[in-house]
């Protein structure tokens, strides 16, 4: 059984999720140049203007229309300024379960945008899309990423010993990788009960389907 998401647009009080778009590339560029994302991610550094565009125009469209997952840009709502990306991949239609992830840019940081983006999603994961399970893995030593996990309402599962590569600077300024451990995270549609009213104080949400 596979599927497809939607090209969909997620509002908050605060954000708007929404397909990531050509204006994107500049504000996409730089962070993921940022010094977190090359330590905790795979993205390719240095990370230029013609991979922003390639992931912006074919990457995330042929993910999104092969079933394997979607990509939303993370807006703010006023400014409509790139604020971060919120990522569904390895997606399984007939477990109905997918893996979520998220980048949140260093000129946002500190605002809760991550756990109100990634919340936001969860809700319109189990409400609009019937899915059963939503999964992260943050890396052993990624406090921050743990700490949206927790404060989303996800359960820790366990421990991957060993699978997670992250990236330190060495003496000369490049990358090298190191190996840590992945901590498994899960959230059910149940897990969200507790979470209503919080994400009520963020003033709830609405979908736009069919965005363009």
């Given at each position: 059984m596979t599927g497809t ?6 509002s908050?009080e ?9 204006d994107?590339?500049?504000?996409l560029?730089e ?7 090359a ?6 550094q240095?990370?230029?203007?013609d ?6 125009t074919?990457?995330?469209p042929?993910e999104r ?5 979607l990509d ?6 006023l ?5 971060g990306i919120?990522?569904l ?8 379960s997918?893996?979520?992830?998220y980048?949140?840019a260093?000129w946002?940081r500190g605002?809760?945008y991550?756990?109100e983006a990634?919340l936001?999603?969860?809700?319109w994961l ?10 992260l893995r943050t ?11 927790q ?6 599962e366990?421990?991957?010993r060993n699978?997670?590569i992250a990236?330190?600077r060495?003496?000369?300024?490049t990358?090298t990788d ?5 901590i498994?995270?899960s959230?059910?549609?149940e ?8 994400f ?6 609405a979908t736009?389907?069919?965005w363009n």
């Open positions: 998401f939607p090209n969909i647009s997620i908050t605060r954000l708007v999720l929404r397909p990531l778009e050509g994107d590339v500049p504000a560029a962070m993921m140049n940022d010094e977190q994302v330590a905790w991610t795979d993205v390719p240095p990370f230029t203007e991979a922003a565009r390639h992931w912006i074919q990457y995330a042929a229309a092969a079933g394997h997952g939303l840009a993370v807006t703010e709502f400014t409509q300024r790139l604020v919120v990522q991949t390895k997606t399984n239609w007939h477990v109905r997918t893996e979520l992830s980048i949140i260093p946002a605002e809760g991550a756990s990634a936001a999603t969860a809700h189990f409400r609009d899309q019937a899915f059963e399970r939503i999964e890396a052993a030593d990624n406090t921050a990423s743990q700490q949206v996990a404060k989303i309402g996800c359960i820790s366990g421990v991957l699978a997670c990236h330190v060495t003496e000369d300024g990358w190191v190996r840590t451990d992945f498994v995270w959230l059910l549609p897990d969200m009960e507790g979470s209503d009213e919080q009520a104080d963020i003033g709830g949400f736009y389907a069919d």
